[in-house]
């Protein structure tokens, strides 16, 4: 019920910038917390920003600085905005949101959705 599209992804230059954008789309869905995760070729997928609907904001120690995540509950989209990349942040990014059915209590296990990914290529 709940769709994820990405964009934003590419090969940029070490100490460049991008923009990374995720719109979620569908229907009976309560979004509570969006965010950006990241696997890396032969590593596990780890969290790099998530930002609750209050306004809370978790960054990676790695990207603390660097990167700024941001949404729009209105339009339920997030993004991040990423700057002065480096070679070990490439990897694919997956956006990540959590929320729960609109008929579910607030209490009960939340649900996560994930997008496709968007491959992001830092050169040294």
């Known amino acids: 019920q709940v769709q994820l599209v990405e964009s934003g992804g590419g090969l940029v230059q070490a100490g460049g910038s991008l923009r990374l954008s995720c719109a979620a789309s569908?229907?009976?869905?309560?979004?509570?917390?969006m965010g950006w995760y990241r696997q890396a070729p032969g590593k596990q997928r780890e969290l790099v920003a998530t930002?609750?609907?209050?306004?809370?904001?978790n960054y990676a120690d790695s990207v603390k600085g660097r990167f700024t995540i941001s949404r729009d509950n209105a339009k339920n989209t997030v993004d991040l905005q990423m700057t002065s990349l480096k070679p070990n942040d490439t990897a694919v990014y997956y956006c990540?949101?959590?929320?729960?059915?609109?008929?579910?209590?607030?209490?009960?296990?939340?649900?996560?959705?994930w997008g496709q990914g968007t491959q992001v290529t830092v050169s040294s």
């Open positions: 990540n949101v959590v929320g729960r059915k609109t008929w579910e209590s607030r209490f009960v296990t939340p649900r996560t959705h």
């Open positions: 569908g229907s009976s869905f309560i979004i509570n917390t």
């Open positions: 930002i609750a609907r209050t306004g809370t904001i």
